[in-house]
């Protein structure tokens, strides 16, 4: 039997063990936004992933909408929006249906005739984290680029199916970093979470764990040279998940490349470690 997500090999139906550990990643995140309660680690790794969707062409159109949508209510302090006001919507190749329908799945917002109303989830995106900032402070830059994030991990929750792929697309590129960091996080479940994210280990070669990552999830060498630039700040001189990839040896063949993580990455797998295992105790605890 395959994961329905990663393609790869699993004993039983439904998704392997490391797609369940990205999936309830996704939720984990989601859940401290509706809270209300964003931990520092949490947003900080949020700010991580600004680039998911906008570097993904198959589903850029859903974000672009998204993030429109939310700077809009937040500028005019409204939660209606006439839909003639966006100007993403028409400017997307995607169909309008579809998008409406993305975005209401992801809470960010939902149409009702000529209107559009403001979802949950963005008004606590804003209530949160952009209310009372000073646009020339540094503090509003992050917010802006958190809540870029925080909509690439709600359209992500979206995607998390092949019956969504079917008539969405499929939200490759959020979903590979995510899965190739569970994968780090698996090999150290117990002791500490290193910054170098070692190798993969194929049938007795190594692999650097970026390309392994994305072959599983069918991204191009196009694309996938596109991510890296991101990850690497090439565009913006501003790095993103790592701060660094080096080439080291292993003694099994060629250099292997290895991407050395974040602190914000590190902190953000070790808060992600605690709060897996705390979900068994919690469930106990409401039986």
Same mark, same amino acid.
């Given at each position: 039997?395959?994961?329905?997500?990663?393609?790869?090999?699993?004993?039983?139906?439904?998704?392997?063990?490391?797609?369940?550990? +990205?999936?309830?990643? *996704?939720?984990? !995140?989601?859940?401290?936004?509706?809270?209300? @309660? #964003?931990?520092? /680690?949490?947003? $900080?790794?949020?700010?991580?992933?600004?680039?998911?969707?906008?570097?993904?062409?198959?589903?850029?159109?859903?974000?672009? +909408?998204?993030?429109? *949508?939310?700077? !809009?209510?937040?500028?005019?302090?409204?939660? @209606? #929006?006439?839909? /003639?006001?966006? $100007?993403?919507?028409?400017?997307?190749?995607t169909p309008e249906k579809?998008?409406?329908?993305?975005?209401?799945?992801?809470?960010?917002?939902?149409?009702?005739?000529?209107?559009?109303?403001?979802?949950?989830?963005?008004?606590?995106?804003?209530?949160?984290?952009?209310?009372?900032?000073?646009?020339?402070?540094?503090?509003?830059?992050?917010?802006?680029?958190?809540?870029?994030g925080a909509l690439s991990?709600?359209?992500?929750?979206?995607?998390?199916?092949?019956?969504i792929w079917e008539r969405?697309?499929?939200?490759?590129?959020?979903?590979?970093?995510?899965?190739?960091?569970?994968?780090?996080?698996?090999?150290?479940?117990?002791?500490?979470?290193?910054?170098?994210?070692?190798?993969?280990?194929?049938?007795?070669?190594?692999?650097?764990?970026?390309?392994?990552?994305?072959?599983?999830?069918?991204?191009?060498?196009?694309?996938?040279?596109?991510?890296?630039?991101?990850?690497?700040?090439?565009?913006?001189?501003?790095?993103?998940?790592?701060?660094?990839?080096?080439?080291?040896?292993?003694?099994?063949?060629?250099?292997?490349?290895?991407?050395?993580?974040?602190?914000?990455?590190?902190?953000?797998?070790?808060?992600?470690?605690?709060?897996?295992?705390?979900?068994?105790?919690?469930?106990?605890?409401?039986?």
């Amino acid at each position: 039997m395959k994961c329905p997500l990663c393609k790869g090999r699993t004993h039983s139906h439904g998704l392997c063990d490391t797609c369940k550990i +990205v999936t309830a990643q *996704i939720q984990l !995140i989601l859940d401290e936004y509706y809270r209300g @309660t #964003i931990s520092p /680690d949490i947003s $900080d790794f949020v700010r991580e992933l600004s680039f998911a969707f906008e570097t993904d062409p198959r589903v850029r159109g859903y974000f672009n +909408v998204a993030f429109e *949508i939310l700077g !809009i209510a937040w500028l005019d302090s409204t939660d @209606t #929006i006439p839909k /003639d006001d966006l $100007d993403e919507i028409t400017a997307t190749r995607t169909p309008e249906k579809m998008v409406w329908e993305v975005i209401e799945r992801a809470q960010i917002a939902y149409l009702d005739g000529e209107n559009v109303h403001i979802g949950e989830l963005s008004s606590k995106i804003i209530e949160t984290r952009l209310a009372g900032l000073d646009l020339l402070s540094e503090e509003y830059k992050n917010a802006v680029t958190e809540v870029k994030g925080a909509l690439s991990v709600a359209l992500g929750k979206t995607f998390l199916t092949p019956k969504i792929w079917e008539r969405y697309g499929r939200s490759r590129v959020i979903l590979s970093i995510l899965y190739w960091l569970t994968l780090h996080l698996q090999n150290h479940w117990e002791g500490n979470i290193p910054e170098e994210a070692e190798p993969i280990r194929i049938r007795g070669s190594l692999r650097n764990p970026l390309d392994y990552t994305f072959s599983r999830f069918n991204i191009s060498d196009r694309q996938s040279k596109k991510v890296l630039w991101k990850l690497m700040g090439i565009e913006t001189g501003q790095s993103k998940i790592i701060k660094d990839i080096i080439e080291k040896d292993f003694g099994v063949g060629k250099p292997v490349l290895v991407p050395i993580l974040k602190d914000e990455t590190v902190r953000y797998l070790e808060r992600t470690r605690e709060r897996l295992r705390e979900r068994p105790r919690e469930r106990e605890i409401e039986k």
